[in-house]
């Protein structure tokens, strides 16, 4: 992986971590994840418009983190300890 690749999948990551509701965090990791397998042997321009189509799904995944600070749900099962 490249540099913008690895970054791009760390900010990924890092804002799937940030979203309130346990079924879309789980939903964004697991997306995030396949997303970059399914892309990992790209070259040349394949791989630079996956990485811009990758920057507006960052885009999407920080406005849907903070509505979901601004509207917060109730804990899942799964995450009640």
């Known amino acids: ?10 900010s990924l990551v890092r804002e799937a971590s940030k979203v309130d509701n346990y ?5 964004a990791h697991r997306r995030v994840k396949a997303g970059f397998l ?3 042997n790209l070259q040349g321009e ?3 418009a996956a990485i811009v189509e990758g920057g507006k ?3 999407m995944l920080k406005r849907q983190a903070i509505l979901g600070q601004l509207y917060p ?3 899942s099962v799964m995450e009640s300890n």
């Open 1 to 10: 992986m490249t540099s913008p690749q690895l970054s791009l999948f760390r």
């Open 23 to 27: 079924n879309f965090r789980s939903y």
């Open 38 to 40: 399914a892309n990992r």
């Open 46 to 48: 394949e791989a630079t």
């Open 57 to 59: 799904q960052l885009e």
């Open 73 to 75: 749900s109730d804990r």
